[in-house]
């Protein structure tokens, strides 16, 4: 009988304990997310039109479909080539 409550108390001091453990994750640390930049580079996040799925190895310079998800391209809003430049004089 000894036995089973000193088994009971263990397991119960053991379950309690497991409870109070915290998540390991990091804590979000701001400084630490700006250090962290995704690099979008390759044709499919810097050609003149991009699949919105962002498929690798598609873009292109003209409009048309993505050769690997056949969606439509899109005008890449961030490509700065598309995009006529107001300071230019004629």
Not at 38 to 43: A, D, L, R, S
Not at 79 to 85: A, E, H, I, L, Y
Request: charged share 20%; glycine share 6%.
């Amino acid at each position: 009988m000894k036995n089973v409550a000193f088994a009971l108390i263990l397991l119960s001091v053991w379950v309690l304990t497991g409870c109070g453990q915290t998540s390991q994750e990091p804590a979000h640390d701001p400084a630490q997310a700006s250090k962290t930049v995704m690099t979008k580079v390759g044709p499919e996040f810097t050609s003149a039109y991009i699949c919105p799925m962002h498929c690798e190895g598609s873009g292109s310079d003209k409009p048309g479909k993505c050769p690997v998800c056949d969606m439509d391209y899109r005008p890449n809003e961030d490509n700065k080539s598309t995009v006529p430049d107001s300071t230019q004089t004629k």
